[in-house]
């Protein structure tokens, strides 16, 4: 049981407070549930909730918008809470501690046995000065200062992204790329036979002055990208095809196959 | 204008591949904004161009759907390009690296003398492999598996920000090697035009069912070494050579010669 609590605990509640479009709300649950976020708070959203636009705009976050709860005040959303986080696009007076997404992240992400919230305001102002002073630090975004207005479903995914990053501590992919390990030199030297044999048989390094600058170019060029096993693999068998294989009609008559 | 110009390119083309709905667009657009992006490219987009729904959603991002660029087919919106991210959330089969949002963007963002794009498919089911081979990475987000499906102007908001992040991080480095610059698109594809005919007159694409993964694996081979003009001349002029002339004497009897 303490394990399932100090896993729930590690995860902060999103809250919004007087969302006014259903569809921003579905699309918050949408952002959050991407990043493993679960649990949102709604502070006296405009039309009511449950809400059908935030169902529809939520796709298939349905354990999000079914798990919201709604208060009508923000005192009473973060009741439970410990470590409130602010968001806000505007520099507010103050002495609070001003984070960008990532270090913000990381704060909540180290608070495993904490109750962390971050607040969203208004699509239209954002939070009053008296909703960001209970917060104990500021998120902002590093925008464009020319153009700095993220709208509510952004921010959250913003914020989402960077708390997952934070918890797993740097990214965890859902898949990797193959392997990239270059193949082993004899790997390479090999195609180089191959390609030189069949190059040779048709006369390339004619004049024979000039051979071995031409080997040394043509082998630079397939060094470089440091191929794998099986990308030579792949290649060998696309030499080997040129090589054996005689066309079947002459190049440029394709067309009428 | 040598300082323009450099600016300019340090920062990566966004391309939608076959957008459906304006409000995405435009969506998109005020995503690109808010993180400085400007370049907009879209290929076939259903309801054409321009588009009043993405007007509206784009909120000021003017500047950015002014400059909208529209094309018929990916290949003619990547020809002037030297490095491509394709975004994706399925696993593909294949030779392409992967990474997460900030690892690929500090790779734009190293790369201050290229033109960058980077890949978002169709809002339904995203790129088809013969797009994704098209690229010379992947790029996909670190998301809950049990709920994968980003839409497209966060897929993009995420990459913008982390763009943005990358390029103010100072990793930008003050020159790049010029021998190493990645040749732009329509030489690579000229390259694989080439090579794929050769290989087709030789049936080595058969069985037609297997034909297009062929394709597919051979593209993404020859895509992420990032090979240069030079390089992919010296190629062509090894394709050429294997295609065009016939072997003097059997393989293998060469030490007869």
Request: glycine content about 6%; proline content about 6%.
């Given at each position: 049981m303490i394990t399932n609590a100090s896993e729930l605990t590690s995860t902060p509640i999103i809250i919004l407070v007087e969302p006014q479009m259903g569809e921003n709300i579905g699309m918050v649950a949408r952002a959050m549930a991407n990043f493993g976020l679960r649990e949102l708070r709604l502070v006296n959203p405009r039309d009511g909730w449950?809400?059908?636009?935030?169902?529809?705009?939520?796709?298939k976050a349905d354990h999000v918008i079914e798990a919201t709860k709604v208060f009508d005040t923000l005192e009473e959303a973060l009741a439970d809470t410990q470590y409130v986080l602010a968001t806000t696009a505007r520099q507010r007076d103050g002495f609070k501690p001003v984070h960008g997404p990532e270090a913000a992240c990381r704060q909540v992400a180290t608070r495993v046995d904490q109750r962390c919230a971050i607040l969203f305001g208004r699509e239209r102002w954002g939070l009053t000065n008296e909703e960001v002073a209970r917060a104990d630090a500021i998120v902002t975004f590093p925008?464009?200062?020319?153009f700095t207005s993220l709208n509510i479903a952004q921010a959250v995914l913003?914020?989402?992204?960077e708390w997952r990053r934070a918890e797993q501590q740097g990214e965890k992919l859902p898949f990797v790329g193959p392997e990239t390990l270059p193949a082993q030199k004899h790997e390479l030297y090999g195609m180089f036979d191959q390609l030189e044999d069949a190059l040779d048989r048709r006369g390339y390094f004619r004049p024979e002055t000039k051979k071995a600058k031409l080997i040394d170019n043509m082998r630079?060029?397939?060094?470089?990208?440091?191929?794998?096993?099986?990308?030579?693999?792949?290649?060998?068998?696309?030499?080997?095809?040129?090589?054996?294989?005689?066309?079947?009609?002459?190049?440029?008559?394709?067309?009428?196959?």
């Amino acid at each position: 049981m303490i394990t399932n609590a100090s896993e729930l605990t590690s995860t902060p509640i999103i809250i919004l407070v007087e969302p006014q479009m259903g569809e921003n709300i579905g699309m918050v649950a949408r952002a959050m549930a991407n990043f493993g976020l679960r649990e949102l708070r709604l502070v006296n959203p405009r039309d009511g909730w449950p809400n059908e636009k935030a169902v529809a705009a939520a796709s298939k976050a349905d354990h999000v918008i079914e798990a919201t709860k709604v208060f009508d005040t923000l005192e009473e959303a973060l009741a439970d809470t410990q470590y409130v986080l602010a968001t806000t696009a505007r520099q507010r007076d103050g002495f609070k501690p001003v984070h960008g997404p990532e270090a913000a992240c990381r704060q909540v992400a180290t608070r495993v046995d904490q109750r962390c919230a971050i607040l969203f305001g208004r699509e239209r102002w954002g939070l009053t000065n008296e909703e960001v002073a209970r917060a104990d630090a500021i998120v902002t975004f590093p925008v464009d200062p020319d153009f700095t207005s993220l709208n509510i479903a952004q921010a959250v995914l913003l914020v989402s992204y960077e708390w997952r990053r934070a918890e797993q501590q740097g990214e965890k992919l859902p898949f990797v790329g193959p392997e990239t390990l270059p193949a082993q030199k004899h790997e390479l030297y090999g195609m180089f036979d191959q390609l030189e044999d069949a190059l040779d048989r048709r006369g390339y390094f004619r004049p024979e002055t000039k051979k071995a600058k031409l080997i040394d170019n043509m082998r630079a060029v397939l060094t470089r990208p440091g191929f794998t096993s099986a990308e030579i693999s792949l290649l060998r068998g696309l030499i080997n095809s040129l090589d054996r294989f005689s066309p079947e009609q002459p190049k440029g008559r394709r067309e009428e196959d």
